[in-house]
């Protein structure tokens, strides 16, 4: 397995006679976005020794490439051109960015090579932009957004909130949020106020001004759609100001995330409501707890949400590839794909994911929790817990939602 993050890389060294499954991963490596994109890294090359370890799958062994794709679309393009042209890969592999990944869809559909998208959540690319060679194995930003909206009306049960108020990045994934939540608590008939409405730019370096309109606002949910580094900036300048205190911080896609914990330590305020991905201490289950382990032994630290997708999206191309018999016959991995049933680490007891053939998107469980003291994985000093647990049948876009975005 080779590493790379230079524009120009040695192209991938495979004979025509080999029987290598060849794979082209994009992920950030530096930056705010940068320790999802390593902990990708080291996800993706855990499964693969996993398998290649047992000897592969029919007979072929699995070789993956990264480069940084430094969150930049435009640079992204290049690279995936260059995976399939020159490198002549079978599977576009990543990204974390939506904006990245609503352009490599692009050129996995241009070039009908199948792109396994493995962590960034735009609801576009399985609902508006959809196309035949897209398959996406972590959760869309839909999903969370329905649990969102199912975890607040059950709140109105116990506490009368009656304004909200948001703030995202501005761009796809923020946007999908907001609108999708809006629309989740409508369907279920939520009477509520929106008191105000932010979009900083990604990767924002200073969030006062935001921070002091949402003070004046005072909603009683404040509903975040940040995303690893942002989420801790957003938090840490926020804090001094009392924010936290004023409002319910509110943030079910990607709030729960491990590297806020670990990033924040015992200054993370206790009962923030949160969601993410993937979880190290949700669900209890053997194959969770292996997987978090192997990725602390291999690494010295317990993972991201980012590396879980990374690690499933390389089960999910050995589980077609070992369907079809072979990774050339791109049409018929597409239909393998579709069909695609895999235990992954976030699934509970008694439940598998599996493919939305109409979608493209894996179905899977919805968790959301409230951070609390927890010093089981160090050195973060709170977790999420009492957990609130949503089907897939209750989060997935509904088939006239899907209708009315393809028109």
């Not at 897209?134 to 009368?160: C, H, I, P, Q």
């Not at 382990?293 to 191309?317: C, K, L």
């Not at 077609?320 to 072979?326: D, F, I």
């Amino acid at each position: 397995m080779a590493l790379f993050l230079a524009v120009v890389a040695v192209p991938l060294a495979v004979q025509a006679q080999d029987k290598v499954i060849r794979i082209g991963a994009m992920y950030p490596m530096t930056g705010r976005a940068g320790l999802y994109g390593i902990d990708s890294v080291a996800a993706a090359e855990m499964a693969i020794d996993e398998i290649n370890g047992k000897g592969g799958v029919n007979g072929y062994t699995l070789d993956i490439t990264f480069t940084d794709s430094k969150a930049r679309p435009a640079y992204a393009v290049r690279v995936a051109t260059r995976y399939i042209t020159e490198d002549k890969v079978h599977f576009l592999f990543g990204v974390v960015s939506s904006g990245v990944g609503l352009a490599i869809t692009e050129i996995s559909q241009q070039y009908k090579t199948i792109f396994i998208g493995t962590d960034h959540a735009s609801t576009q690319l399985t609902v508006d932009k959809l196309q035949p060679y897209y398959f996406r194995v972590s959760n869309n930003t839909f999903m969370s957004m329905a649990a969102g909206a199912l975890y607040l009306k059950e709140l109105r049960e116990t506490k009368d909130w009656k304004t909200i108020a948001y703030i995202g990045p501005d761009y796809a994934y923020g946007h999908d949020q907001w609108n999708e939540l809006k629309y989740n608590l409508d369907r279920l008939g939520i009477q509520y106020e929106v008191v105000g409405e932010y979009w900083p730019k990604l990767f924002e370096p200073d969030y006062t001004a935001y921070i002091t309109s949402l003070s004046r606002d005072n909603p009683d949910i404040l509903v975040a759609g940040f995303w690893g580094g942002d989420t801790v900036a957003f938090l840490k300048q926020a804090m001094p100001y009392g924010l936290l205190k004023k409002s319910l911080y509110f943030h079910p896609d990607a709030g729960g995330n491990y590297e806020l914990m670990s990033a924040m330590g015992a200054d993370l305020p206790a009962g923030l409501v949160l969601g993410a991905r993937h979880y190290n201490n949700w669900p209890d289950t053997e194959l969770n707890r292996k997987f978090v382990q192997e990725f602390h032994n291999r690494t010295g630290r317990y993972p991201t949400y980012a590396a879980s997708g990374a690690y499933v999206g390389v089960y999910a191309i050995a589980k077609a590839v070992e369907t079809v018999g072979n990774p050339d016959d791109t049409e018929a991995l597409v239909k393998a794909l579709e069909n695609l049933k895999l235990k992954a680490p976030w699934d509970p007891e008694g439940f598998t994911s599996y493919m939305r053939p109409e979608t493209h998107q894996l179905k899977k469980m919805q968790a959301i929790g409230i951070t609390m003291p927890n010093n089981d994985f160090p050195p973060a000093k709170m977790m999420l817990g009492d957990w609130k647990i949503y089907s897939p049948e209750d989060v997935m876009p509904p088939a006239d939602y899907i209708k009315e975005k393809r028109k």
